[in-house]
């Protein structure tokens, strides 16, 4: 399945391809795996409205990643201290 998946959204390489080609042909359960997951991909390509994200959502987003980021920055800091003062 991993191969197929591969496959379907081009993240395999030049030689999983040619295995996936060589094979496919002979294996029954790749062939229904291959047809099942392509029509899965095709359907949600098909029928999955893409929608942009509000700006308002996407700045508040951000904002809790800058302070998750610095929250952490501060405790590394507060690590480094202590190790620096207890484990000379």
């Known amino acids: 399945m991993k191969m197929i998946q ?4 081009g993240s395999a390489t030049p030689e999983e391809l040619e295995h ?6 002979v294996c029954k359960p790749c062939i229904e795996g291959y047809e099942l997951e392509k029509s899965i991909k ?6 999955v409205e ?3 994200c509000p700006k308002q959502t996407f700045e508040a987003i951000k904002l809790k990643i800058g302070i998750a980021s ?4 501060g405790l590394l800091i507060k690590i480094k ?3 620096d003062l207890f484990f000379c």
């Open 20 to 25: 996936f080609k060589d094979n496919i042909e």
């Open 50 to 52: 893409k929608k942009c």
């Open 70 to 73: 610095l929250l952490v920055l």
């Open 42 to 47: 095709e359907s949600l390509q098909t029928k």
């Open 6 to 9: 591969a496959v379907l959204d």
């Open 81 to 83: 201290v202590i190790k």
